[in-house]
């Protein structure tokens, strides 16, 4: 159990306040209560994942906004794990939460709590209730105690169970403590009001019975506290000042407020804010859940999934993370964010730090005919434009080399300014080259092979006569090229709100086919073999990659691509201009 003072926050000077963001309603609550003295000048969040599943893009914005808000007023923020559903708890979910929260650059020091720290304090406040008349074991079974709660316009029935006594509550309590009940046989409820406007309110569910070993406590307990009476007690215990909750808890601030006050209990405020919905995707923990045990994805960390693991495994930057979530704001109403934001703020920060190289997707030979055999030129590229600091590199230029396949056409249209038959072009950093030839196989009359000329006074990519060219090509040398597998990520989902169904079809029947494409005869630039992976690299032309942290080997290099160099978003704000 936590026995560390919260209360106190730590020195000024031993904190950075972080940079000047945006104000929004909870900020100006804050304000307010720091104005009025409210909290004596604290400011104390938390952020309180349940541990049965990994954390989503959504989790991210809660995770920036609870240790954000600690962070700019010099304050505290715990991570408190509210483990109190054994049947889907597991102690890899903890892991993996921990591992995200510190990817995104967040700390929490020495405050790791977990809801089951206060098992043996929550089961004296639910005694305390039960003496105080305020709570009572009810005997009626699930689906009877849902009957019994009526709808939104009729006042729900009281259990003929409800008006047990105090002795005989205090008993058949302690008896499902001691394990002498099966699943399911009592519950303990709050005694509030079945008629009551606000359902949660009619005398909701507070202990449930579950004969199932706690990936902390083992087979200490065998009755588990609710969420809705576990959440407001853990944040009176850890002496939080701002209890932040995403709407869908609104109608539960009630209960939140209830207990506390009952119990005559140190009483955190409740605020909720708009929980975050990404366009093309699904945010539900059961939906995601399905995802992976119905293997429409190959776990929680596939790079398709909206999961922290996944976008991190995909390449996506903790700093283009924590930007996305400060744009988007805070909100009072749910709203659908485009993810085409995302993918900006992923390209604004890639864009500064992502060295530039080549890479050729699904390469097509050439074979400079007039360039000397077993030569090899070393030319000069540019690592990143954007950095001037970021120097140049060398990379090899020899009689074959890789194009894509794309940037040649033996009957080219009308506006189509690349490789073709008779036409001249120019290859990145290199030289001009003209298509003479054009080589196919005989049997399919695909083409495998064309057969060009290169103009040696052009090296560096410049005519000395001034001539041009409307094409730039990107090229890898044949003789010095890596083989690796390139993955292409699209939308895991081809409507916009897969969560709007029609005509009966579950969320899945809107899943993109084409949300991944494999692409295995990759050919890229040799310096590429030094990458690492969470290192972005910008292929020039084609998108930005990362190393795949968990299927790439030695003998076979596997890049991610995280985003395409296509901005939308961008776009769409300059035509608005």
């Known amino acids: 159990m936590a026995s560390k003072d919260q209360s106190t926050p730590p020195p000024a000077d031993n904190l950075t306040k972080g940079p000047t963001v945006p104000s929004n309603f909870i900020r100006f609550i804050i304000d307010e209560d720091m104005e009025t003295g409210k909290w004596g000048g604290r400011v104390h969040t938390r952020f309180p994942p349940e541990p049965n599943g990994y954390l989503h893009i959504g989790h991210a914005k809660s995770i920036c906004l609870n240790f954000g808000l600690a962070r700019d007023y010099r304050g505290l923020c715990n991570l408190r794990f509210d483990d109190t559903n054994p049947t889907k708890e597991e102690i890899e979910y903890v892991e993996s939460i921990k591992e995200d929260v510190r990817w995104l650059g967040y700390d929490w020091d020495d405050r790791e709590y977990y809801a089951s720290d ?39 029935r009281e259990s003929p169970y409800r008006e047990r006594s105090v002795e005989e509550n205090i008993d058949l309590f302690q008896r499902m403590k001691d394990g002498q009940f099966e699943d399911g046989a009592h519950v303990l409820r709050a005694k509030i009001d079945m008629a009551a406007p606000n359902i949660i309110m009619r005398d909701p569910t507070l202990y449930r019975i579950r004969h199932v070993p706690h990936h902390r406590t083992g087979d200490r307990w065998c009755i588990y506290p609710m969420y809705d009476f576990t959440h407001c007690l853990s944040d009176s215990i850890e002496r939080i000042t701002h209890s932040i909750c995403t709407l869908e808890f609104e109608n539960n601030r009630e209960l939140y407020d209830w207990v506390l006050n009952q119990l005559e209990l140190y009483h955190p405020q409740q605020i909720e804010f708009a929980r975050l919905n990404l366009s093309y995707t699904v945010l539900s923990k059961r939906k995601l859940i399905r995802l992976v045990d119905e293997d429409h994805v190959s776990g929680w960390d596939d790079p398709r999934m909206p999961t922290i693991s996944g976008i991190r495994r995909r390449g996506y930057t903790p700093e283009s993370i924590r930007n996305f979530c400060e744009r988007i704001g805070l909100a009072k109403r749910d709203s659908i964010v485009d993810i085409a934001l995302l993918e900006h703020c992923l390209r604004e920060d890639l864009n500064r730090r992502a060295p530039r190289v080549m890479g050729v997707l699904r390469p097509l030979k050439v074979v400079i005919e007039n360039y000397p055999e077993g030569h090899v030129d070393m030319l000069d590229a540019l690592n990143n434009p954007e950095d001037p600091d970021a120097g140049m590199r060398q990379v090899p230029f020899s009689r074959e080399i890789y194009i894509e396949r794309d940037d040649f056409m033996e009957e080219p249209p009308k506006k189509f300014f690349r490789l073709a038959p008779g036409r001249e072009v120019r290859l990145r950093y290199a030289f001009f080259i003209t298509c003479r030839d054009v080589v196919k196989d005989s049997a399919t009359g695909e083409i495998v092979e064309l057969r060009c000329t290169y103009d040696p006074a052009t090296r560096g990519g410049d005519a000395p006569d001034g001539r041009k060219v409307k094409a730039t090509l990107h090229w890898v040398s044949a003789a010095h090229a890596i083989n690796a597998e390139c993955r292409l990520y699209d939308h895991l989902f081809t409507k916009e709100n897969p969560n709007e169904t029609a005509e009966g079809k579950d969320f899945t029947a809107y899943l993109n086919p084409d949300a991944l494409e494999i692409l295995s005869d990759c050919k890229l630039e040799p310096g590429l073999l030094q990458a690492t992976s969470g290192f972005p690299y910008q292929f020039e032309r084609l998108g930005y990659f990362v190393v795949d942290a968990k299927d790439s080997r030695e003998d076979r290099m596997v890049f991610n691509r995280t985003v395409t160099l296509r901005d939308t978003w961008a776009r769409i704000q300059k035509r608005r201009k």
């Open 118 to 156: 206060y098992f043996d304090q929550l089961y004296g406040f639910a005694m305390s209730l039960i003496r105080a008349g305020n709570a009572y074991v009810d005997s009626l079974s699930a689906d009877e105690i849902r009957k019994y709660r009526g709808t939104l316009t009729e006042p729900g």
